[in-house]
Nanobody, 127 residues
Framework: QVQLVESGGGLVQAGGSLRLSCAAS????????VGWFRQAPGKERAFVAA????????YYADSVKGRFTISRDNAVNTVYLQMNSLQPEDTAVYYC????????????????????WGQGTQVTVSS
């Protein structure tokens, strides 16, 4: 497993942008696929975006396509989630997750696909 720490959350007005970071440490984190999930109050944790170890396989939830961009820099063991055109419905705690089994992403990942999780970072979008 790897250890994950999210950062970059905060309060932003609708239409604004935030960039989340997920810093990984531990056992060869650059070989792991990473996903972002979010959980709003009273709702289940939902998939947002995922990227494999090389960055060549990427998958987005329909709700964020065209607005969010996932990327990674293996030199610093960090995965990013650039979030643009934020809306109040994007308000949630955002979690990053990692798993070495994430090689090629062809379907929507689920939480059970990942065995390492960060503590989450709050994103609040005001209207």
């Amino acid at each position: 497993q790897v250890q994950l720490v999210e950062s970059g959350g905060g309060l932003v007005q609708a239409g604004g942008s935030l960039r989340l970071s997920c810093a990984a440490s531990g056992r060869t984190p650059s070989t792991y696929g990473v996903g972002w999930f979010r959980q709003a109050p009273g709702k289940e944790r939902a998939f947002v975006a995922a990227i494999n170890w090389s960055g060549r396989s990427i998958y987005y939830a329909d709700s964020v396509k065209g607005r969010f961009t996932i990327s990674r820099d293996n030199a610093v063991n960090t995965v990013y989630l650039q979030m643009n055109s934020l809306q109040p419905e994007d308000t949630a705690v955002y979690y990053c997750a990692a798993d070495e089994r994430i090689v090629v992403i062809t379907t929507t990942p689920v939480a059970a696909d990942f065995d390492s999780w960060g503590q989450g970072t709050q994103v609040t979008v005001s209207s």
